[in-house]
């Protein structure tokens, strides 16, 4: 074990983790005359052991950006004016203003929508949530129906369970097939495996790496390519659980252990296998040949991941893939798919998940997921008036105006808000609208444990660290704002209320006093383990065990007689669904989907000079399909969809599938940020629709990947 600094901001070496993706690599960071001067992997992490990509160093230059905000700002005038206030001054005219609107108009004229960065924060999700609930807002928002709704739905309704997603045993697995995941670029995502690579390269030596996906990525280049058309693999996953049952692969014994496997059956008896393989645009040959390989590997497993949540049967497509995990005998067992225990719940403990439609949404009457509202009705919600209408509204880690579908409507939203506040670092596109941006620290500048994810390792670890140094400027932590506007409106403050009295001597933050208390509740306590040992005893990082034990899976599970369930009332809709949906096929359009890029995190690591320097958001374009259009590499085209439309450069590319094309998300800035903004490029979501009707009912999930659009060559230069 080494000793290194642990007061922040000490000069020397200190132990910390990046927070930016599920890797959660441990890092050391060297302080110097205060300031954080380099970031390097840290070689004896117990899983990382070594591993790290650009964007932790990278941090470093959003560390310290001059577009950085450190002061809290006012509102002066129209959006994006502001001049710099005072704590004081902006705390209690929140709290005033808060308590006037939720008396007024009731608990959910307010929300929250709490972004991706918090899930790598410790509770943030949870203190965040009851400060709206101080209020009387039962109403949350977050990143959820951009990401993994349809995951966390299947989750529930196979399940029973929508607390915990289940991931790939890579250290063991013999034949992996990863359904719209590009892990070389993301690292892998709601699986955390800082060394994915090596477990890839091993798996594919064993058996096999399928990347389905209608281009070819890093990853597919890496190991094998199945490409498939853009929203189509519900149907690749009817097929391929068809021919298993045709060729007979199924497992009797696993079937038994499930619940509906005769009426899922007798639903894929009736299924075209032609229409499949047309939709899908596979053969029947090579879904045959994939489904072999699948179950004669000793183990084996399906992943999907953003692209195949996006789309419109993407419930329909995770249920499908754990009903072949499930089928195969692949669940629950080492080498399979895992549902995981996390040291910061009791073993076995139920569900703490609302159930699926428990609740609905105000504008769309959608049933809530986990009981978060879907957030493709933000801007409805706030522009439509009646009981409930979102006035209030605190953005906390997020960028709903890049990172959401409809740019125009959600600017014309926020800016119609009675009061919008900004928890962030940066004043970008959605803060432009804030009437106060509070600044916030950086990870580098705070203390945590990876709570979300330690149940999503194979190999687990925990990792609390020490703040490297103090937060910079005038910014102060989350749980500290929302605390002292709480106590402003006369409430508690939410971490106090997730903990009762915390204890005022202690000297860990509040929200590692909850995860502390989690901790010691859970299945290490038997060992002692509390956050305090961790940082003294393990500050480079604590393996929890060799491997996540597979036992764990079936103990999760939360149905009424605890097995999985492969068929119900909500499963066959959306098999009949699938069935009677038509081909819309217009041969004139083509179907948009997204990508991610090594030095780019969503929308907001542009402004970082290391980071942006390689950046080239292009349309990526078959040239078949450019052909057909005359068009040319580098022109400018307009793309339309029935939402808006976008001037942007086409770069031809046989690595995408024809009839779709291909844009990174996150770019067309016009924030706080000079380096992003002047970056180029566009907002492709300014293409994706807001409107109820175009979500997938179910899940809310909004369609991103897959949208009908139209290509011309365009008169006007594009932004990029
Ligand atoms: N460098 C970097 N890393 C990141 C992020 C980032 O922005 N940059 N973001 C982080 C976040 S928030 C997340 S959620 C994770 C996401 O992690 P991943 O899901 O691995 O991320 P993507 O690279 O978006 O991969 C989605 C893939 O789906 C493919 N695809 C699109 N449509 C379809 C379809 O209809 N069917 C199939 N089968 N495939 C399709 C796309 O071509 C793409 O390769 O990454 C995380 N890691
Ligand atoms: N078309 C399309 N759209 C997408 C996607 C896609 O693949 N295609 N991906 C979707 C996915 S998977 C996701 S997760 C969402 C992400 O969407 P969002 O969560 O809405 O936003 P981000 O782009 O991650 O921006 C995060 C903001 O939080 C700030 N921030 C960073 N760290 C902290 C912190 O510690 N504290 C505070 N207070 N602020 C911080 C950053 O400065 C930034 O302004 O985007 C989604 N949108
Ligand atoms: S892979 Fe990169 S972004 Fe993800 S945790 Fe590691 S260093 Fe950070
Ligand atoms: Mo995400």
């Given at each position: 074990m080494s000793t290194l600094e642990s007061t922040p901001g000490a000069d020397g070496e200190h132990h910390t983790y990046c927070r930016l993706c599920e890797a959660q690599c441990g890092l050391i960071a060297s302080v110097s005359d205060g300031k954080i001067t380099k970031v390097s992997p840290n070689r004896d992490h117990p899983v990382s052991r070594g591993h790290l990509c650009v964007k932790a160093p990278g941090m470093l230059e959003v560390t310290y950006d001059p577009d950085r905000v450190l002061t809290p700002l006012k509102r002066i005038g129209g959006p994006g004016e502001f001049a710099p206030c005072t704590w004081d001054e902006a705390l209690e005219d929140i709290a005033h203003r808060l308590t006037t609107i939720t008396e007024t108009h009731g608990g959910d004229s307010l929300a929250a929508y709490i972004g991706n960065p918090a899930a790598f924060a410790t509770m943030h999700y949870a203190y965040g949530y009851t400060f709206t609930s101080l209020f009387g807002s039962q109403k949350r928002y977050n990143a959820m129906q951009v990401d993994t709704g349809a995951r966390v739905l299947a989750s529930d309704l196979v399940f029973g369970n929508a607390a915990l997603t289940p991931f790939p045993d890579l250290p063991d697995t013999d034949f992996l097939m990863i359904f719209g995941g590009n892990p070389v670029i993301s690292k892998m995502s709601l699986i955390c495996a800082p060394r994915h690579l090596q477990q890839l390269d091993a798996i594919s030596k064993r058996g096999?790496?399928?990347?389905?996906?209608?281009?070819?990525?890093?990853?597919?280049?890496?190991?094998?390519?199945?490409?498939?058309?853009?929203?189509?693999?519900?149907?690749?996953?009817?097929?391929?659980?068809?021919?298993?049952?045709?060729?007979?692969?199924?497992?009797?014994?696993?079937?038994?252990?499930?619940?509906?496997?005769?009426?899922?059956?007798?639903?894929?008896?009736?299924?075209?296998?032609?229409?499949?393989?047309?939709?899908?645009?596979?053969?029947?040959?090579?879904?045959?040949?994939?489904?072999?390989?699948?179950?004669?590997?000793?183990?084996?497993?399906?992943?999907?991941?953003?692209?195949?949540?996006?789309?419109?049967?993407?419930?329909?497509?995770?249920?499908?893939?754990?009903?072949?995990?499930?089928?195969?005998?692949?669940?629950?067992?080492?080498?399979?798919?895992?549902?995981?225990?996390?040291?910061f719940q009791p073993e076995n403990s139920p569900s703490v998940a609302e159930r699926h439609g428990a609740r609905r949404s105000r504008i769309g009457d959608l049933p809530l997921v986990s009981g978060i509202n879907p957030a493709g009705e933000i801007a409805d919600d706030i522009l439509t008036p009646g009981q409930g209408q979102l006035r209030a509204f605190f953005v906390d880690c997020g960028n709903p105006v890049l990172s959401h579908p409809d740019e125009e409507k959600m600017r014309a939203a926020l800016n119609s808000l009675e009061l919008l506040v900004c928890l962030d670092f940066y004043a970008n596109e959605t803060a432009q609208y804030a009437h106060y941006i509070l600044p916030t620290p950086t990870f580098y500048e705070r203390s945590d444990i990876n709570d979300l994810w330690a149940a999503n390792a194979p190999e687990p670890w925990l990792h609390a660290v020490e703040a490297v140094i103090e937060p910079r400027g005038a910014s102060r932590h989350e749980w500290q704002i929302y605390g002292d506007i709480a106590k402003r409106a006369g409430k508690p403050a939410p971490t106090n209320a997730l903990l009762g009295d915390l204890d005022p001597t202690s000297e860990i933050a509040p929200p590692l006093a909850i995860a502390d208390s989690a901790l010691t509740q859970g299945p290490l306590a038997e060992k002692g383990m509390s956050i305090g040992k961790l940082l003294m005893e393990h500050p480079g990082g604590y393996r929890i065990s060799e491997r996540m034990s597979p036992q764990h899976s079936m103990a999760h599970v939360n149905t009424d007689d605890g097995k999985p369930q492969i068929w119900n009332d909500t499963i066959a809709a959306e098999c009949k669904r699938l069935s009677h949906s038509k081909s819309e096929h217009n041969p004139s359009e083509l179907k948009l989907f997204g990508r991610r890029q090594l030095s780019s995190m969503n929308s907001w690591m542009h402004n970082s000079p290391r980071l942006s320097r390689s950046l080239k958001p292009t349309l990526l374009m078959h040239p078949v399909d450019a052909g057909n259009r005359q068009i040319s590499d580098g022109q400018s085209v307009s793309v339309r969809s029935k939402t808006g439309d976008v001037d942007?450069?086409?770069?031809?590319?046989?690595?995408?599938?024809?009839?779709?094309?291909?844009?990174?998300?996150?770019?067309?800035?016009?924030?706080?940020?000079?380096?992003?903004?002047?970056?180029?490029?566009?907002?492709?979501?300014?293409?994706?629709?807001?409107?109820?009707?175009?979500?997938?009912?179910i899940s809310g999930q909004i369609l991103l990947d897959g949208i009908p659009v139209e290509v011309r060559p365009s008169s006007i230069p594009a932004a990029s």
């Open positions: 096999g790496v399928i990347v389905v996906d209608p281009r070819c990525t890093e990853t597919a280049e890496r190991f094998e390519h199945q490409p498939i058309n853009p929203d189509s693999d519900a149907w690749l996953l009817t097929a391929m659980l068809k021919t298993m049952v045709e060729l007979d692969l199924i497992d009797a014994e696993a079937t038994d252990r499930v619940n509906g496997w005769p009426s899922l059956r007798g639903w894929l008896d009736s299924v075209d296998m032609t229409l499949a393989t047309e939709r899908c645009g596979i053969e029947a040959a090579a879904i045959e040949r994939l489904a072999r390989r699948f179950c004669a590997a000793d183990s084996a497993v399906c992943y999907a991941r953003l692209g195949a949540n996006r789309g419109t049967f993407s419930t329909l497509a995770n249920v499908l893939m754990d009903a072949i995990n499930l089928c195969t005998g692949n669940f629950g067992k080492a080498g399979g798919s895992l549902i995981g225990q996390s040291p942007v450069t086409v770069e031809l590319s046989s690595s995408v599938v024809e009839g779709s094309v291909c844009y990174p998300h996150g770019f067309g800035h016009s924030g706080g940020w000079q380096r992003a903004n002047a970056l180029g490029g566009v907002n492709i979501n300014r293409l994706a629709s807001a409107e109820v009707g175009d979500f997938e009912p």
